[in-house]
DNA sequence: CATGAATGAGTATTCATTCAT
DNA sequence: CATGAATGAATACTCATTCAT
């Protein structure tokens, strides 16, 4: 028989959000400046200006800071996207195209150092399942755009397609951050991202027709 | 590389060749079952049935045994890829295409689940210059490929093209092993990976073409 | 603010000793559940019904809170112990033996659990110095009574025949709480104390009575 | 099979019985100085000349370094005890008692600061289990040897006496070394100590045959 | 009087690495 | 070449305690 029940102590929510995100600043911060490794806990703390016990009241340990941190600013990012395809305008396929790539593009290029590190961390820590949940939280995103596309054909798997379609953006974005000496110019990796886009939208519609018409 | 095999020194090299193997394969199999951060240098020599001061003579710490392994099922894949392209047949782009595109997928897919835990390996451990390095290696790879196809369009840059075309490539099969529930058809993989490459080419062509006619 | 004063005075005092109480009650059954290491500051005022701050209104630390749980309950015996001797019927030594130990016995082996674990907390915590005070406090109460038997022996020291008296006793209780496997019936145990008591002073008196004769 | 019998060094034997009993050494003597709670693993590992990392070769825990040292030590005592009655000379009950207890008070008077350290550290971390279990193995060393007494009275239970006896001998002694302020004189100590037990066992012969007697 | 959010000192423990054999 | 006993640097985490409310 347990007498006790030890109840997780919660911080007050208002102070609660505040401390969180300092913890995750200072976090990704750090990483960024030593890598994943070298930061402990108390650098942390130290560097969020909050005793070392409080970060305990606010994340059960190091790997669940470095998960909040990737997961929060990678939902922000789905949504962000979302909501610069949520106008009402009607729109063709080529553009929602170039709505998503644009915010993609820009938003990671705007702040290319913070993302980069983000990224880096994110292959870092991110577990398999994570990985996935994420990943697929960006293609739902991708579907219902396109799939409200006035000339979206009808003859493409709008899941496959959206799947295949976020893969190239996003691999392509990674490249420019991760693999690049230098890193080129926004307009022309938009460019490229449209390219490989729209071209894989054409001819994957191509081969759907010629496969159709052969049958 | 030197065809006359000299058997009197070879004993040491053969040996290390062994042990290195060894050393790596327990690496493997222990990452795959326990998680990286759970595998001791203890078990690995254990595993490899090898002293621990012996593991030290190969390599000179827990990250050099990561990296090796990585690296060189990576450089493995990178070289059969080259060599599937190296016959003096001459071919079009689209045919290279899709050499490229089915040594990467067949190879990948063959072995999905060792590859996919090399993946994950891989994403874990690879520290971003030793990632830039590889994606190279593979992009000379897709450049050279490309660059004696008897259409390859003048209009394209070649490092550019080959960069972009490599980031879809790998994007879609990294997708299909560590992404989708359940692991797509080779053949469907294929095809979604010639298309999209297929695409950005021609868009890409097509887009160059226009830039400069308006020019 | 109340800017009335309230004329009653004594709640502080009630409420305190009910607070005092009620973390002694709670700090007692928490180590007999799980151990004196194991029980936090933080459970102990949970299960006691009081703030974390409060708990220290009443006590300065943990330790005093094993120290005056310990003590007070030791204590308490000791004044049990002494009131049961405190009728003005004059008495043997024999029978006040008697009385002491059955005291001893009955109270301890009455209540055999909480007696048992208080026991086993007092080894554990109870640092020199205390244990030496707590145990000269019964020596006291032994020696007194014993003192005033109307057979009480000249020829022995009063103080160390009752510091040994004691020590008897106790050992032979304690033997029964803490060693065997099988708590042994109260008469039983009583009729050994008795005996040892008993021996003791009359084999003490022997030799005295001996060394005298041939000095 | 290697027929060659290689002279086994065994440093790991010698070596390791060294190591445990320098460690054990350091622990003691810590602990004497500043107490349980004080003596961080760092402290014990210096003091005893070893590395941090080779003291958990040796025990698993601070808590299993003392645990040994309390029970090495007072095992040790209790083989003394025991070798002290293995002479074939045959003995009344009262000259076994004088040798039970004559090795008894001197061993431990003989070396008072040392074992009056050991017996607060065995208060302190002995848990009920292995109490009692030490505990009883000096009951069995004083039941062997009081059975074998040439005038050992058929109406005395053996077990019972032994435990009764023992519990004796150890309370006078620890009361010597843990509560009266100046340690007494052993000869003082011895006489009490057989005045008590063989007045035990005088007063217990002559109820049993009161008893027997009365029935 | 009562509270509990915030604090940070303090420590056990692991495991990569070395070097004497 | 091979070994593994010995090493100690490095760090996450707990929990008693305080003090602003």
Same mark, same amino acid.
């Given at each position: 028989?347990?007498?006790?029940?030890?109840?997780?102590?919660?911080?007050?929510?208002?102070?609660?959000?505040?401390?969180? &995100?300092?913890?995750?600043?200072?976090?990704?911060?750090?990483?960024? %400046?030593? &890598?994943?490794?070298?930061?402990?806990?108390?650098?942390?703390?130290?560097?969020?200006?909050? &005793? /070392?016990?409080?970060?305990?009241?606010?994340?059960?340990?190091?790997?669940?800071?470095?998960?909040?941190?990737?997961?929060?600013?990678?939902?922000?990012?789905?949504? !962000?996207?979302?909501?610069?395809? $949520?106008?009402?305008?009607?729109?063709?396929?080529?553009?929602?195209?170039?709505? /998503?790539?644009?915010?993609?593009?820009?938003?990671?290029?705007?702040?290319?150092?913070?993302?980069?590190?983000?990224?880096?961390?994110?292959?870092?820590?991110?577990?398999? &399942?994570?990985?996935? %949940?994420?990943?697929?939280?960006?293609?739902?995103? /991708?579907? !219902?755009?396109?799939?409200?596309?006035?000339?979206?054909?009808?003859?493409?798997?709008?899941?496959?397609?959206?799947?295949?379609?976020? $893969?190239?953006? !996003?691999?392509?974005?990674?490249?420019?951050?991760?693999?690049?000496?230098?890193?080129?110019? $926004?307009?022309?990796?938009?460019?490229?991202?449209?390219? $490989?886009?729209?071209?894989?939208?054409?001819?994957?519609?191509?081969?759907?027709?010629?496969?159709?018409?052969?049958?």
């Amino acid at each position: 028989m347990n007498l006790i029940v030890k109840p997780r102590r919660k911080p007050s929510q208002s102070r609660a959000w505040m401390t969180s &995100g300092a913890i995750q600043d200072a976090f990704l911060l750090l990483v960024v %400046e030593h &890598g994943y490794e070298q930061v402990s806990i108390r650098d942390i703390a130290t560097l969020a200006g909050v &005793g /070392l016990g409080t970060l305990y009241l606010y994340f059960p340990g190091k790997d669940s800071i470095a998960a909040v941190t990737v997961r929060s600013r990678l939902r922000r990012l789905a949504a !962000d996207t979302q909501a610069a395809c $949520a106008t009402g305008v009607p729109r063709t396929l080529a553009e929602t195209v170039h709505v /998503l790539a644009r915010v993609h593009v820009h938003t990671l290029l705007g702040e290319a150092a913070p993302w980069r590190a983000l990224l880096v961390l994110e292959r870092r820590i991110t577990p398999p &399942g994570v990985y996935r %949940e994420l990943y697929k939280a960006f293609v739902q995103v /991708l579907r !219902d755009a396109c799939a409200v596309a006035i000339d979206w054909p009808a003859e493409l798997d709008p899941e496959r397609s959206a799947l295949n379609a976020f $893969a190239i953006i !996003d691999a392509l974005v990674k490249n420019a951050l991760l693999v690049q000496d230098v890193c080129p110019d $926004a307009d022309e990796l938009l460019h490229d991202v449209e390219c $490989a886009v729209n071209g894989y939208f054409q001819k994957a519609l191509e081969r759907s027709r010629a496969a159709t018409a052969s049958a």
